[in-house]
């Protein structure tokens, strides 16, 4: 990647229709183009419309192409540019498993409540936990509980809103 | 009062007969096709009624092609209808052909029925995944009362903004399944799409900044490109009068000649890898570029690093995506090139002051110092046919009728291009962007459905003709008279010419060997067959050729080793450009451009 790259939020608002999916993520392999993570839900059940959270990287030429090429797309209703647009929130969610006995199991219980990581669920050998936040957050929780035993990790991806009242 | 009738709920017809009354009052008037078992339903529908006129084509690629062929000569939409399967690959090339080229096509495929997509069922292939990177867009209908209305948004996206192929899959369950018709409003017929509105109109800002470095530039040039063509006779019309009036050169892309009088004294040719000397120069050394309706191709620019550098660029486009993709541009509209080019000739006219005509009349002294290098010229013979030669003949006998040419892939396409010469456009037709061997033939077809009284001719290399030879079987069946000018070098001529240049001569598998004969071969078909093999032969076969009702094919045995010229190897930069032997330049034999394309 050349040195210009940045990282961009990209949510983009599609019709919720079989293969709309398929549409998004050929565009990013055929074009080249960096997938660093995606999220898709339905938001508008009425209006059959789903949200798109896509974070992607590349010179600010390759952003705007990237941008134009989702926009043409049929079932597409709109790429908002997060960062471009202005302050937004940008969270993740991990469920994070430890498996782990006496003092390291305490320890893994210390951290998570100083990241405020809630136990969704407890063995006596095991737990996982659940925690929200930036996605560096979550890589620093990991890299803290790696060594007390963690064996699986589990992540949305991101998602985002702008902040304020205007919406996308 | 009701009456009996208006009580009764309104006649079902099958799904079959739904598409074909879809089309019909979509104003289709014609559909090229292949059946099978998965699309015979449709096939029975077509044969109860005669308003939709269907065209048996020999392969399904032919099929999308003629419809492409269709769709460029008239501006409207071309339509296919092909089977599952096979069938739907098949048409595969011809789709990512229209897609590359901007085409309005509308190709219906069969599907084996709903409830046994995804059993590899027989005949079944995933058409929508196959195709969803070869279409503008593609619909799977699973449900007979989305039928209608799904065949009429696909014609809509089809020619929507920057036109392209869409494919609408049929499960053989809903085509067979019964449903009233309904022509309600929809995307295609009245309403607004909800997501797909492409921008038309051109922001004034940037139409006010492009009059004004219009007023200031001092080596103005128009770069114009298929997408002026797309957007109608109008936008020709709109850019030849602001050409005109601003006394700027203009230089066409492959896809975009016929967009501006090829025989006018302002154009300087074709740009691009054999453009002219004077269009590659012109866009090297311009300061101002207004790019209309063109994409900046990488066989157009060259190597980007070098390209045109010190110019200001305006690029007009239908398509965001377009702009800035290989090119940054200074000033980019986004919208439709007629109405942009309208927007900036009344701007040039508000504003009054016109060029600054001093620096003009020193530009064209430029230029025309290198017109005056006369870069096309060859050294012709007196024993050997020259394709140049037997295409400036056909040009010669040709001009100011009502004619409509299309090429295959190759030499013969590149020197159609720089020796014909385009007054109107929607009179070429050539395979740009994908560069499809095999396009011409069947394009062919479709042009001469649609103009069943002009002269259609296909400008053909033997590798390609072969490659769809068999459409000969369907000029023949619909009493097509397409003419075929076969410039025949019994090589695949741009290949050798590669090989030549950057593979040390070693021609591997570029010889065409076991040539038929095409004379007997036209004739097997039913069809006519003539041959020229001497300089003096030339005109009279021509004259033949075009006298001679039905299909012919004009075999006319040209130089075997001519190459063509000028050429800027790819990656090379414009003013590296080639001009060949005529003009000093040695041939060259390097191993450098191998690695491009
Ligand atoms: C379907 C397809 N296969 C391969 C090519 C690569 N190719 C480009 S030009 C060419 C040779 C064309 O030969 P011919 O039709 O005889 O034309 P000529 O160059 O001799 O005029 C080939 C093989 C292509 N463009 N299309
Ligand atoms: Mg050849």
Redesign the pocket.
Known sequence: MDETAERRTLSVLVENEPGVLARVIGLFSGRGYNIESLTVAEVEHDKRLSRINLVTSGSPMVIEQIKAQLDRLVPIHKVSDLGHEGPYIERELALIKVVATGEKRVESLRIADIFRAHVVDSEIDSFVFEMTGKGGKIDAFIRLMTPLGLTEISRTGVVAIARGKESI | MTSAAEDRPPAELTGAELVVRTLVDLGVEVVFGYPGGAVLPIYDAIFKQNELRHILVRHEQGAVHAAEGYARSTGKVGTVLVTSGPGATNSV?GLTDALMDSIPVVCLTGQVPTHMIGNDAFQEADTIGITRPCTKHNYLIKDIDELCSTIREAFYIAAAGRPGPVVVDLPKDVVMARAPYENGASPGNGLAHPSYRPRREPDADAVRRTVELMARAKRPLFYAGGGVINSGPEAAASLAALVRRTGFPITNTLMGLGCYPGNDPQFLGMLGMHGTYEANMAMAECDLMIAVGARFDDRVTGRLADFSRGSTKVQIDIDPSSINKNVPVDVAMVGDAGLALDALAAGWEARGAGSDAGALAAWWKQLEAWRGRDCLRYRNSSTTIK?QYALQRLHEATKGRDVYFTT??????M?AAQFLKFDEPNRWMTSGGL????YGFPAAMGVQVAHPDSLVIDI??????L?VIQELSTMVQYRLPVKTFL???E???????WQEFFHGGRYAE?Y?DSLPDFVKLAESFGATGLRAQRPEEVDGVIEAMIETPGPVIADILVDKEENVYPMIPAGAAHYEMKLGPEHGDLEERSEDGMVLV
């Open positions: 090339t394709p295959e892939v190759g030499q013969h396409q020197w560069g499809t061997m095999g053909a290399g033997e590798a390609s003709l490659m410039l025949n070098n090589y695949m001529g741009m290949v050798r010419q570029s065409m």
